[in-house]
């Protein structure tokens, strides 16, 4: 795992997926895999970095909007009570990633290339349990 010193402590740094982020906020980890709840676990702590790609969090929304998942006081609230922690970051969406993105076409979905390019660029693993995105060749946790 991709990691960042700084006065004296080691943060784990990380790009989150979507469906982690979902069932992260829902309080479903048991749906994680053992080595991705274990770095939500971390973030909560302090001891990880997590950064949220923009594509990542507009796939969140959408599923609040469709009733899918319930976000604990509203979009909004919910919003800025993640980036408001020292644990999650947003990260736009970039030409660099969108050039990054174009290595990645064996990902099928839009979505979830441009999520992967993130991670790629920033080089930092991904949690996902898709198996595309490991496959093409992205570091994944899960």
Do not use: C, N
Request: glycine residues 8%; aromatic residues 8%.
């Amino acid at each position: 795992m991709t990691r960042r010193s700084g006065e004296g402590a080691t943060i784990e740094l990380a790009v989150t997926d979507a469906h982690a982020l979902i069932w992260y906020a829902q309080g479903r980890t048991r749906k994680l895999g053992r080595r991705a709840r274990a770095v939500f676990e971390a973030a909560d702590a302090g001891a990880a970095a997590l950064y949220v790609p923009t594509i990542a969090l507009v796939e969140v929304l959408e599923a609040s909007r469709a009733g899918l998942i319930e976000l604990t006081g509203g979009v909004e609230v919910w919003v800025q009570a993640l980036f408001s922690t020292a644990s999650f970051f947003p990260v736009a969406l970039t030409v660099d990633i969108l050039l990054r993105a174009e290595e990645l076409y064996a990902i099928p979905e839009r979505g979830d290339r441009l999520i992967a390019a993130t991670a790629a660029l920033l080089s930092a693993p991904l949690i996902t349990r898709d198996p595309e995105i490991e496959r093409a060749g992205v570091e994944v946790i899960w």
